[in-house]
């Protein structure tokens, strides 16, 4: 499938030019704007892969939108600019752009600038995914711990026999230690006396 682009560039003439290049390369442009602030409700309605956006443009900057964007992990951000200076380039960083192109640029620069763009957003969205999954093992790593803290207080259970419990009952009833945890945390859950 090709990579689905949004353009945002204020200047019509250059909007045009890299809709037409882009559409020679393959890409699918699937929606244009010359307005900051219409952006990001575009890139939310098409679901794009990447949003191509220049830095001056009526209504909202670039920054503000690829800030919006980065934040929301929508797609990668590609920023043009007629500007090089340092601070500007590292303004753009700071706001999520993956990679820039300073106009006006050659068209052999725009594909190895969106596929630095793609190959940056596709790393950091596996990152971002690693980070969370680590974020739900540690909950969980939480909750089983409360829950066995609970079984000794109040079962006076072992912490072997506790986890022994928790995990002989997730096996049991074909779920997860988690679930059987929440159970025990919210009373609905306890071991037969004996």
Do not use: H, W
Request: charged fraction near 35%; proline fraction near 4%; hydrophobic fraction near 45%.
């Amino acid at each position: 499938m090709p990579l689905r682009v949004v353009i945002a560039e204020d200047e019509a003439i250059i909007r045009m030019d890299l809709r037409e290049t882009l559409e020679e390369e393959g890409y699918d442009v699937v929606g244009e704007t010359g307005r900051g602030d219409a952006v990001v409700d575009l890139v939310r309605e098409t679901r794009p892969d990447l949003a191509i956006l220049d830095i001056k443009m009526p209504g909202a900057d670039g920054l503000e939108a690829a800030r919006t964007i980065n934040a929301e992990r929508m797609c990668g951000v590609l920023m043009l600019t007629a500007f090089s200076q340092r601070e500007v380039v590292e303004e753009a960083r700071d706001a999520g752009a993956l990679a820039f192109l300073v106009k006006p640029f050659q068209k052999s620069d725009l594909v190895p600038a969106i596929e630095v763009a793609m190959g940056r957003f596709r790393e950091l969205r596996s990152l971002a995914g690693d980070v969370d999954q680590l974020g739900d093992q540690l909950e969980s790593r939480k909750i089983l711990d409360r829950a066995k803290g609970t079984l000794m207080d109040e079962a006076a259970m072992s912490e072997g026999d506790a986890f022994a419990f928790i995990q002989k009952t997730a096996m049991r009833e074909r779920t997860r230690m988690r679930d059987v945890a929440d159970r025990i945390l919210d009373g609905s859950l306890r071991p037969p006396t004996g």
